[in-house]
Nanobody
Framework: QVWLVESGGGLVQAGGSLRLSCVAS????????MGWFRQAPGKEREFVAA????????NTADSVKGRFTISRDNAKNTVYLQMNSLKPEDMAVYYC??????????????????WGQGTQVTVSS
């Protein structure tokens, strides 16, 4: 059984930083494109960032480019999302996801096979 478990969410003031982690089990982690998505209340789930198997190529949404960085450690089966200069509009539940069907860091939600349960990020102004 595949598990993706996110952690690192919490309450932070605007301008602050958080680092999210997602530990995967039950899959060959190094063969999966990994992504981060978020969903705010009343809104659709949206792409944040994704990273290829090796970590050599990343894709980041324009809304967070220059502030958020995705990375991975295949030895630890973990993908990270470093979030800096947080804004109130970044407040959402953040989900990590794994895709075995692509080789590029795709933003397409339906390309991802497995999803975590999410971690809440709250940004106070």
């Amino acid at each position: 059984q595949v598990w993706l478990v996110e952690s690192g969410g919490g309450l932070v003031q605007a301008g602050g930083s958080l680092r999210l982690s997602c530990v995967a089990s039950g899959l060959t982690f190094s063969r999966y494109v990994m992504g981060w998505f978020r969903q705010a209340p009343g809104k659709e789930r949206e792409f944040v960032a994704a990273i290829t198997w090796s970590g050599g190529v990343t894709n980041t949404a324009d809304s967070v480019k220059g502030r958020f960085t995705i990375s991975r450690d295949n030895a630890k089966n973990t993908v990270y999302l470093q979030m800096n200069s947080l804004k109130p509009e970044d407040m959402a539940v953040y989900y990590c996801a794994a895709s075995s069907g692509v080789v590029i860091p795709t933003p397409r939600t339906n390309a991802y096979n497995y999803w975590g349960q999410g971690t809440q990020v709250t940004v106070s102004s």
